[in-house]
């Protein structure tokens, strides 16, 4: 079984530009969420879909959004790049039950984004 | 809000020797889940153990094992038989129970080095 795929692996942009990431989540799973780590705020939660619907979502500007589609992909946007916006996006998939009694988040790999 | 400390940034440990990881976290909530996280170089983060609050039997994963003290608001790791790969950065994570709760709280992390 394919795990959580995210691409791109790496991305540089510059100031003011905007950025699209994209995340494949495990098959059969209906959650996508997305987490920023930086080496200062470390993981920070950004926002989670489930069933093409924002359920959650954290302390992050609007300049940061997100959508899903009905096959559950999900992609992040971020616009009007910040110099503090460079960091690793990490993406997680779980199977989201009615209580996440056994549930388990899985992780992909990331997309470093560097602004610069 | 919940938060989570990892008091411990970085700890070594000779291979096939036992290291506990030490984690707090600070909550109103009777029921959630803790998890704990590894994030090896390859930036995946991959799910090491959980614990859910109502149990009161620690979990086990073959060499991970952990003390959680709910009073207390402590969950710490034991890694027996500390092996190379174990060599990464653990994260201690927090997930509150209940309805469409995905979000994760996590800790600033301890880089854990396992020598030879």
């Known amino acids: 079984k394919a795990g959580v795929t995210q691409t791109p692996r790496y991305l540089i942009k510059t100031r003011g530009q905007q950025v699209t990431l994209s995340c494949s989540p495990i098959?059969?799973?209906?959650?996508v969420s997305w987490y920023q780590q930086t080496p200062g705020q470390g993981l920070q939660f950004l926002f989670e879909?489930?069933?093409?619907?924002?359920?959650n979502k954290g302390n992050f500007p609007g300049r940061f959004s997100g959508r899903q589609f009905s096959n559950s992909r999900s992609e992040m946007n971020v616009s009007t790049l910040e110099l503090g916006d460079s960091a690793l996006y990490l993406c997680?998939?779980?199977?989201?039950?009615?209580?996440?009694?056994?549930?388990?988040?899985?992780f992909g790999s990331g997309t470093q984004l560097s602004v610069l | 809000a919940q938060t989570v400390t990892q008091s411990q940034p970085e700890m070594s440990v000779q291979e096939a020797e036992t290291v506990t990881l030490s984690c707090t976290y600070d909550?109103?909530?009777?029921?959630?889940?803790l998890f704990w996280y590894k994030q090896p170089p390859s930036r995946q983060m991959i799910l090491v153990i959980r614990?859910?609050?109502?149990?009161?039997q620690n979990a086990t994963e073959n060499r991970f094992s952990v003390n959680f003290q709910k009073a207390a608001k402590s969950f710490s790791l034991k890694i027996s038989d500390s092996q190379l790969g174990d060599t990464a950065m653990y994260f201690c994570?927090?997930?509150?129970?209940?309805?469409?709760?995905?979000?994760?709280?996590f800790g600033k992390g301890t880089l854990l080095t396992v020598n030879p």
């Open positions: 997680a998939s779980s199977l989201a039950g009615v209580r996440p009694t056994n549930e388990k988040l899985f």
């Open positions: 098959s059969g799973h209906r959650s």
């Open positions: 879909y489930f069933s093409e619907t924002q359920r």
């Open positions: 909550t109103s909530e009777n029921n959630y889940y």
């Open positions: 614990q859910e609050a109502y149990k009161q």
């Open positions: 994570a927090f997930m509150k129970s209940g309805g469409s709760n995905y979000k994760l709280t």
